[in-house]
């Protein structure tokens, strides 16, 4: 089973990469930084052995180079499993953020799971199977204090995966969003979690993984994950 996980590198991509790795799967992992992913991927086949991992660095945020990441997985072949987990976290208020962040955390959080998506969405239709799941957030659903543009991209990136869902159906291809609330990645660097207030990555990652497992009548369209305390 091939398995495509952008942002793989660290947190929820690469909890994600573990759990399908754990199982043996063929993984095609994509990040900005080559030697943090290739640190990951090392990590990762020391871990799971009997798995076989396939990376390679480019900055999805760019249309180009989220296109040549979808060419070189089709080189290899349809994937079954895509996750759009790339994505960047920064606070602000919309009327006082620096001019540019708009467009930059669109470009992120938005545009890379659009252009990999269509880059290879054509070959998953003409196979007739496939499952993608699009890391949303809490900030998809609800506004909240110092959220600006990166509430306004995860808002759309929501907007995307319905649009999706309801255009692949047709073609026995499920689509689902994802919604986690605080996870303990590199957008709360330096929380204090000794006392588990926030979740860990590997919480999001094993909901992914239960709901590509269901049978193919059944489709968790939205997952929902908070700390239990409820959010921050």
């Given at each position: 089973m091939n398995v495509v996980i952008t942002g793989a590198s660290r947190g929820i991509g690469k909890a994600v990469a573990a759990a399908y790795a754990a199982e043996g799967a063929t993984l095609f992992l994509c990040a900005r930084n080559e030697l943090v992913l290739y640190n990951a991927v090392a990590e990762l086949q020391t871990k799971f052995p009997n798995c076989t991992i396939k990376a390679k660095a480019f900055d999805l945020s760019v249309k180009e180079q989220a296109q040549k990441f979808g060419a070189w997985v089709l080189s290899f072949g349809v994937p079954a499993i895509l996750v759009n987990n790339a994505?960047?976290?920064?606070?602000?208020?919309?009327?006082?953020?620096?001019?540019?962040?708009?467009?930059?955390?669109?470009?992120?959080?938005?545009?890379?799971?659009?252009?990999?998506?269509?880059?290879?969405?054509?070959?998953?239709?003409?196979?007739?199977?496939?499952?993608?799941?699009n890391i949303c957030s809490i900030a998809s659903l609800q506004a909240y204090k110092n959220g600006g543009s990166y509430s306004i991209s995860k808002f759309a990136l929501m907007g995307f995966s319905k649009n999706l869902r309801e255009?692949?159906?047709?073609?026995?291809?499920?689509?689902?969003?994802?919604?986690p609330g605080a996870v303990m990645t590199d957008s709360w660097a330096g929380f204090d979690n000794s006392a588990g207030r926030i979740m860990e990555a590997e919480d999001i990652a094993k909901m992914i993984y239960a709901a590509s497992k269901l049978s193919p009548q059944a489709l968790a369209e939205d997952i929902i994950l908070r700390p239990q305390l409820g959010d921050l």
């Open positions: 994505g960047q976290f920064l606070p602000g208020n919309i009327s006082t953020e620096e001019d540019g962040i708009l467009e930059h955390t669109i470009a992120a959080n938005l545009y890379s799971a659009y252009h990999v998506t269509r880059a290879l969405v054509s070959k998953m239709i003409e196979a007739k199977q496939g499952h993608v799941f255009e692949l159906k047709p073609f026995n291809i499920k689509v689902t969003s994802v919604y």
